[in-house]
């Protein structure tokens, strides 16, 4: 009879029966091993730009037409990872689509960020071929010892970046004591028309080296990039845990040769040629209410100088007056150039100072995180602040809010960025 | 040039000192004689004259392997080992035989000693103390010590609101653990590596694997990074008391050292299958951090018997619940070069 009345309870409610047998299930066909696999993330990000029209990238970018105080823009972006294994050999594959709409342009753009064949003879040794990202260093925000890497973004430090088509091979060695790991990295980056173009000069192959080392509990890595498409450049790294919440890490890197272009106020280009030294600090420190700090130095020395950088601010200055009064716009377009290939790059100037601040889970809401970031130019004191909000408690879904202020006098290079404000939805569902 | 040779010198010359510094100088070591570096091979019969000390610490764990630097010396092989093993802060010597000059020595030294034939590790056993030989074997119970296992991590909210993480875990010997996120979409390839007291976070889209410590947690609830790279209770933890009821052992453990997640940890244990039932982790001032319940014992084959469910609660984390489910667990000996920084891009080929 209990019998009966049980079955007649379950019949009447089976999501009972369901949800008591499935709050622990491990369905096997979940860790079925697949020969292929594919997946990647939609992503959905509306931006408004808050312009300040006084900024010299402002009148670079709009001198011949009025924008309005604000700038609308949306952004489409498929990412699609691939991979197809069959024994000790594997392909993969990274496509970025970067669909972008605003009041002012529309692009598309479609970029094989990573498409490279491997293989894996052994746990010690895998033989990679085609275009990868290698990610070399061990700064957060920024890594001056990625020789054969795209500059990271500080500001997205985490976004996947397109790589270079290299040739590589890992060797790796295991020991007991205390050295534990030795691991050599030598790759080969062919530079033609049409293959890494965009990595220096053509009609070149270029060898760099990667030998990391564990020893004491410390990773330490020493890196060389040589051959003639870029100067000989030599590189170290390391990145230590002091106590089990506390982690310090470094870069130093030589640049033989540097060649810089810079202008004067008047618009006359002119070269120098130095060694160059860049190097970083940086520290990463968890509290035990789980806020993460990340503080680094870094001194880039293929920067320019605060008075270079005055130069280059005077002399589009004087080609937006030059526009005004005689609507000549080829000392702008001139302006224009030299910031593409230079002022404009990602990390322009000398001595920078970062600090990121996250807090997990804050006012006890899993799976959210809350982060402040700065960034200070030390040399010329201006700075940008951005606070952001990440939540991840839907399956499959990301959702970020941004929003950062560049602030700085006039002259400076946060003082002078397109933007008074950006605020930015990040919407991210992966499949 | 110079500057990146100094740097580079001055960070290889202070990574040692941070090393030592970092160390636990009051442990309890014992130094076995053996003519082999392993712990499977006899204990030597000649103190003075053994090519080796395998050295363990409390809970039976081997720690370091050194070369008797006197075994061919011409005279008093034996004082000088007994003062070179006190050098190391080993307070207690096990060997076949003793001659007399190293007994003085070692009694000069306060360390005690042993004359124990046999095999390395059975010796060690004679001398551990009942508790820590109960750890290890619920070490042992639990999961052999090289292994690959998968995982299911369930996040569950006061709402009944779930969350879910599929992980590929592989073990190595007493330090070595790895672990690749097969699903949900937005983790997969994420993969996190333990090298003792080491733990790194490897990101695909990030690339370089970034250090991270035992107390985050790469998955958000309950679990940390310790609880999903746990390495053996008895690598971490000494027992320092057992209390035993009709069915049940109540075993109190305190970290061997500070890096550990959690100061101490008091397990339950069931009498007939020594497999754990519920273990209370603890802060040094003996707050409740979370619980562990061990359910549903289940045969994985291979001789490997053991709770296939870990329901984890919190005080601090009131009405959350996390569970770990536990399926296809084997035996499996891998290369060490499977746990390095270098290969962590590579984990998933280890399916």
Avoid at chain 2, 65 to 88: C, F, H, Q
Avoid at chain 2, 261 to 277: E, G
Wanted: aromatic share 12%; proline share 4%; net charge negative.
């Amino acid at each position: 009879m209990r019998w009966l009345l049980t079955s007649l309870l379950l019949l009447s409610f089976p999501e009972v029966l369901l949800a008591q047998e499935e709050e622990y299930s491990f369905d096997l066909s979940e860790i079925e091993i697949k020969p292929y696999d594919i997946g990647g993330y939609v992503e959905l990000r509306p931006v408004l730009f808050g312009l300040d029209t006084d900024s010299s990238s402002h009148k670079l970018k709009f001198y011949d037409h009025g924008e309005g105080d604000t700038l609308d823009e949306y952004n489409l972006t498929f990412q699609v990872d691939a991979s197809y294994k069959k024994g000790i050999g594997g392909l993969y594959l990274k496509m970025n689509t970067d669909l972008r709409q605003s009041d002012v342009e529309s692009s598309e753009e479609t970029e094989l960020y990573e498409g490279y064949l491997s293989l894996e003879p052994s746990r010690s040794l895998i033989f990679e071929i085609g275009k990868k990202t290698l990610k070399w260093g061990k700064g957060y925000a920024r890594n001056p010892v990625a020789f054969v890497d795209r500059t990271k973004d500080p500001d997205e430090p985490d976004l996947a970046r397109e790589g270079y088509v290299v040739a590589s091979v890992d060797y790796i060695k295991s020991f007991d004591g205390p050295l534990k790991t030795i691991s050599f990295t030598p790759v080969a980056i062919p530079v033609f028309e049409h293959v890494n173009e965009d990595f220096g000069e053509v009609n070149n192959v270029d060898f760099a080296g990667k030998l990391y080392f564990l020893l004491y509990d410390t990773d330490i890595d020493f890196i060389v990039l040589t051959g003639g498409s870029k100067t000989t450049r030599f590189g170290f790294d390391f990145s230590r845990n002091i106590i089990p919440n506390f982690e310090v890490h470094g870069e130093f890197a030589l640049i033989d040769d540097y060649k810089k272009r810079f202008i004067n106020s008047d618009g006359n280009m002119f070269d120098d040629e130095y060694d160059a030294e860049s190097y970083l600090a940086g520290l990463r420190y968890l509290t035990a209410s789980e806020t993460t700090y990340i503080l680094e130095y870094y001194h880039n020395g293929t920067g320019f100088s605060e008075g270079e950088m005055e130069d280059y601010f005077s002399f589009i200055d004087k080609a937006y007056d030059t526009y005004l009064s005689s609507d000549d716009d080829a000392l702008l377009k001139k302006g224009s150039r030299v910031t593409k290939g230079s002022y404009g790059k990602i990390n322009s100037m000398r001595d920078y100072l970062y600090l990121r601040i996250s807090q997990k889970e804050p006012f006890d809401i899993l799976y959210s995180t809350a982060s402040l970031t700065g960034m200070l130019n030390i040399g010329d004191n201006s700075f940008s602040l951005s606070p952001e909000l990440l939540y991840t408690g839907i399956t499959n879904w990301e959702l970020r809010l941004k929003t950062i202020f560049p602030v700085g006098d006039s002259d400076t290079e946060f003082g002078e960025k397109l933007n008074d404000y950006r605020i930015e939805l990040r919407a991210r569902y992966y499949f | 040039m110079k500057r990146m040779f100094l740097l580079a010198l001055g960070t290889l010359l202070l990574v040692p000192a941070m090393a030592r510094a970092s160390q636990n100088d009051n442990m309890v070591k014992t130094a076995v004689a053996s003519d082999s570096k392993n712990a499977t091979s006899p204990v030597g019969n000649k103190a003075g004259r053994s090519a080796h000390y395998l050295i363990f610490d409390g809970a039976g764990e081997l720690i370091e392997v050194i070369d008797n630097p006197y075994k061919d010396a011409t005279s008093g092989a034996g004082a000088s080992v007994a003062d070179y093993l006190a050098e190391k802060g080993v307070t207690t010597v096990i060997a076949g035989a003793f001659g007399d000059k190293m007994i003085n020595a070692m009694k000069s030294n306060a360390m005690s000693y042993l004359e124990l034939p046999g095999v390395v590790n059975d010796a060690v056993q004679e001398t551990l103390s009942p508790g820590n030989r109960l750890l290890k074997k619920l070490d042992e119970n639990l999961n052999p010590e090289s292994y690959e296992a998968y995982r299911k991590l369930i996040n569950i909210e006061p709402d009944g609101g779930k969350k879910e993480f599929v992980l590929f875990t592989v073990k190595k010997g007493k330090d070595k653990v790895a672990a690749v996120f097969l699903s949900p979409a937005s983790e997969k390839g994420r993969s996190t590596l333990r090298l003792e007291e080491n733990m790194w976070l490897y990101i695909p889209n990030v690339g370089k694997p970034i250090r991270i410590t035992s107390l985050q947690s790469v998955v958000g609830g309950v679990f940390n990074n310790s609880d999903i790279l746990r390495l053996d209770y008895a690598t971490e933890y000494n027992v320092e008391r057992t209390e035993e009821t009709d069915n049940e052992y109540h075993l109190y453990l305190k970290a061997k050292t500070k890096g550990v997640a959690y100061d101490r940890l008091r397990v339950w244990a069931d009498k007939d299958s020594l497999l754990p039932t519920k273990i209370e982790c603890l802060t040094e001032a003996s707050m409740l951090i979370k619980t562990l319940h061990f359910k549903e014992v289940k045969d994985f084959g291979g001789g490997i018997i053991r709770p296939s469910v870990i329901e984890t609660d919190s005080p601090l984390q009131k009405g959350y619940k996390s569970v770990m489910v536990f399926a296809k667990i084997k035996k499996r000996q891998l290369e060490d070069e499977a746990f390095t920084l270098t290969f962590m891009p590579n984990l998933e080929s280890l399916r």
